[in-house]
């Protein structure tokens, strides 16, 4: 018999805010986090805009000598586990730290420290001078490693990586490990930081990137005829996720139960999707198998609608092919169309959208549609949040490479 799994606490660094309450009402206000980019001189790129955290202050969370010794990606996870650490109410003096764990991932890892350290290389003397934090700094699994540090948590630690899925599959695993009884408690999720020289040029390299500069702020726009591309983001976001009796016996705040996961891949191509949405379309149906849930009891879906051209074509036809009639009377959002694409950290941060919707009876919208695209014809929220039930919800997340992932979070009945 399966364990019953809860989320007890949530935490996020955004481009819509640095907090989970933040965050959440800037997406029912329906607020854009694009613009020029601050960080550095991008007037040379193809694209000048992305959205990017802002106003972050890692002294927060992480003493000032430390902070200097990560990457912003490991900042940002460190801080939203805090948070969601804070949120959850765990009392970690009371609790087991050998079933604690922690499964953090990023897509790509210490971009800017990466790029700093080997154009330094380049451009000296020829005589190899290495900041001794360069590999620590860089690596992804050195974020697990700085939460279990902070917090003593001698539990399974590591990252999982599956590009723009990452974190959802890090939710997984954590799911996974509660299950298999090797933990009581996981912190689960994944954070990025890919707004740098590199990730711009990377990414436009590939014309993934929207390059509507003349207005950043309409930029990511899902499903619309017009999009472009997606707008890069980053951030980070962490999950408390709980086997029921242990969190019950604490008395701690449940948000939602996950009940359903699925992974898949399209096997098709190492960036387009199948255009049919083969692989999308499994991931979701194996997510409800697992749930033993009928598709007509999901009220809601966090879709990957990143704003490209391909793909959101492709998770219309695969929603189509799940959801049959039942897909025209759900309600589905991309936050992508406000966030931008936060690449490993989507699904975290798209988990808590999902899971606040089950909570709060409230879907948030899709912002930026203006010309309607024929094939993509779905009730895809627009503009302004929908006040509905949502007793189940899915938050779906596709990565490069083919990797489909899924959650299906429903409302808690004890």
Not at 112 to 124: A, L, N, R
Not at 149 to 164: H, Q, T, V
Not at 253 to 258: D, M, R, S, V
Not at 289 to 302: H, V
Request: charged content about 20%; glycine content about 10%.
């Amino acid at each position: 018999m399966r364990k019953r799994i809860v989320v007890t606490g949530l935490g996020a660094i955004t481009p819509l805010g640095n907090d989970v309450p933040t965050y959440w009402d800037s997406l029912l206000k329906g607020v854009s986090g694009a613009a020029t980019i601050q960080r550095f001189d991008a007037s040379k790129f193809k694209t000048t805009f992305a959205c990017e955290v802002k106003d972050f202050d890692p002294t927060l969370y992480i003493d000032k000598k430390e902070a200097r010794r990560m990457d912003p990606f490991c900042q940002y996870a460190l801080a939203a586990a805090d948070q969601a650490v804070v949120d959850s109410k765990i009392n970690f003096s009371a609790t087991d730290l050998n079933r604690v764990a922690v499964v953090m991932g990023s897509g790509i890892g210490g971009l800017q420290t990466f790029y700093e350290e080997v154009k330094s290389f380049v451009e000296g003397n020829g005589v190899p001078r290495f900041n001794p934090f360069f590999i620590p700094k860089m690596i992804i699994d050195i974020v697990p490693g700085h939460i279990s540090i902070k917090y003593g948590l001698k539990g399974p630690n590591f990252s999982s990586i599956a590009a723009c899925a990452t974190s959802t599959n890090c939710i997984i695993d954590g799911y996974l490990l509660i299950q298999s009884g090797l933990a009581d408690v996981v912190l689960a999720g994944g954070s990025e930081a890919a707004v740098t020289q590199p990730g711009i040029g990377g990414f436009n390299a590939m014309k993934a990137l929207s390059e509507r500069n003349d207005d950043p702020k309409t930029a990511s726009r899902p499903f619309d005829l017009d999009r472009d591309g997606f707008v890069l983001g980053e951030g980070g976001g962490c999950l408390i996720l709980e086997d029921l009796e242990y969190a019950l016996s604490r008395g701690a705040n449940i948000y939602a139960e996950l009940v359903g996961i699925g992974m898949t891949a399209d096997a098709y191509h190492i960036t387009a999707p199948a255009p049919d949405g083969n692989g999308a379309s499994r991931v979701m149906q194996t997510t409800l198998d697992y749930a033993k849930l009928p598709y007509t009891a999901i009220d809601y879906i966090n879709v990957h609608g990143t704003s490209t051209p391909l793909g959101d074509i492709a998770e219309t036809n695969s929603i189509k092919a799940v959801f049959k009639e039942h897909a025209a009377v759900l309600n589905i959002s991309s936050t992508k169309s406000m966030t931008g694409h936060l690449l490993g950290a989507a699904g975290a941060i798209e988990a808590i959208a999902t899971i606040l919707a089950v909570k709060n009876d409230i879907v948030p919208p899709t912002i930026n549609h203006f010309t309607d695209d024929p094939e993509c014809d779905l009730n895809y929220t627009f503009h302004i949040p929908q006040q509905r039930t949502v007793n189940a919800a899915i938050s779906n997340t596709f990565g490069f490479g083919g990797h489909n992932a899924s959650l299906l979070f429903k409302k808690f009945i004890e």
